[in-house]
């Protein structure tokens, strides 16, 4: 029998005989698993049958999975009955464009690839979001399964169906909401992942923890040299916790309509203020975000809605993952004006996502203007 437990008033599912399963996304597309467990591409095929999906297999991965993870997922496929092609690709934040869509598109035409087949997209949330976007486009939509690989990706890009490309005007102007039938998460994957792509990484996971739950955040406190190791089962208990929250948020609020989705934004508005500001590339797009919830924090703090104890508690556990919590050389005026340009505002008012308490958030569109000015001023150097 499952058992629900209450977490920060999101319900998480957990059951015994299934640890390894994170969340079930309940979307108007259908429901879906998320997986999340050490070593266990080797269970891809599996997964993937307990879907009920047939067809063939058609795996496109980032390059920098090739060839040993990417073989062992087509292994784990093949096991799982799937006839399982592979294309390795270069995929990354300069080449997510239409040109390398239509790289993919010329493979599964060549492939003659079908309705009934299925598209897996193993890499990081680059990959993630240009192959699913290829499968929601391919024949008007084929099923796709995601098998993230960064730490960014694992937390947050390959739940929630949000697919993308970029176009010279802009980032992710292109793009089509299509769910995932499975996803599956491999955090021995992240070994090979670079130190600042982790800790990138972890900016996402902790931030869910101090929108949304104060025990997750206890334990990203208490124990990040080991989580930063990836060391025992802690780091695979977080990480399931943290894709818990994203999945529970996807499945109350799958089109950003309501008032949760909106929570996961909670330091973007400065963040992306940042990458745009300091020319894309720059800043990781987690460190970004990491020196974006100091200013929330700031804005938060002034308004008398959190203390100065948890603007400092917030500092540390982020500088802990090795994450910035400041920043130099950028103008504030600058930073304002962009600030007002995301996509995020409308008519002109910024929703600003808050903490009101650990694990505790709320959005506000009644922030002074002189209030975020000096909160942003307090992270610049
Ligand atoms: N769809 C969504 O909801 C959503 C949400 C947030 C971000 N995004 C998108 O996600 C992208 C960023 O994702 P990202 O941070 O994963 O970037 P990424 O895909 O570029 O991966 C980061 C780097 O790590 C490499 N890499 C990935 N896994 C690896 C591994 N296990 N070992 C070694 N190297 C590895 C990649 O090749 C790349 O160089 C952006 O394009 C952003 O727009 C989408
Ligand atoms: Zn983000």
Do not use: C
């Amino acid at each position: 029998m499952p058992k629900h437990g209450e977490i920060a008033g999101w319900r998480i599912r957990m059951t015994n005989q299934d640890q390894n399963l994170a969340a079930i996304v309940n979307t108007t597309q259908g429901s879906y698993r998320v997986v999340v467990g050490r070593n266990i591409v080797h269970d891809l095929g599996i997964e993937l049958a307990k879907t009920g999906l047939q067809g063939r297999a058609f795996l496109v991965a980032d390059e920098a999975m090739f060839p040993n993870p990417t073989r062992k997922a087509q292994e784990a496929l093949e096991r799982g009955g799937y006839e399982t092609h592979l294309l390795a690709l270069e995929i990354g934040e300069k080449n997510k464009n239409v040109e390398t869509v239509q790289v993919v598109y010329e493979w599964l035409a060549d492939l003659r690839v079908e309705r009934g087949d299925i598209i897996v997209a193993m890499g990081g949330g680059v990959t993630g979001d240009l192959v699913g976007f290829v499968a929601a486009t391919w024949l008007r939509g084929v099923a796709v399964v995601h098998v993230p690989t960064s730490l960014a990706a694992m937390v947050d890009s390959s739940i929630g169906g949000k697919t993308g490309v970029n176009i010279p005007t802009g980032k992710n102007l292109v793009g089509a909401f299509h769910q995932p039938k499975l996803v599956l998460q491999d955090v021995a994957h992240l070994k090979s992942l670079p130190a600042r792509e982790m800790s990138a990484g972890w900016a996402e996971a902790v931030k869910h923890g101090f929108i949304l739950d104060a025990q997750l955040l206890d334990m990203f406190e208490r124990l990040a040299p080991q989580m930063k190791a990836l060391e025992g089962e802690e780091p695979v208990e977080a990480i399931r916790r943290s894709v818990a929250i994203k999945g529970e948020i996807v499945s109350a609020d799958e089109f950003e309509t309501g008032d949760q989705r909106i929570l996961l934004n909670y330091g973007h508005t400065v963040g992306h203020a940042i990458e745009k500001v300091s020319g894309y590339g720059t800043y990781l797009h987690g460190e970004a975000v990491a020196v974006g919830m100091m200013v929330a924090a700031g804005i938060a703090e002034r308004l008398g809605m959190i203390d100065t104890e948890l603007v400092d508690r917030q500092r540390r556990v982020l500088q802990s993952y090795d994450l910035p919590v400041r920043i130099s050389e950028l103008d504030v005026d600058e930073l304002i004006n962009a600030t007002k340009s995301d996509k995020k505002s409308r008519g002109g008012t910024i929703r600003w996502v808050l903490l009101e308490g650990p694990g505790k958030a709320t959005t506000r569109r009644d922030v002074p203007d002189d209030v975020v000015r000096e909160a942003i001023l307090s992270v610049l150097d």
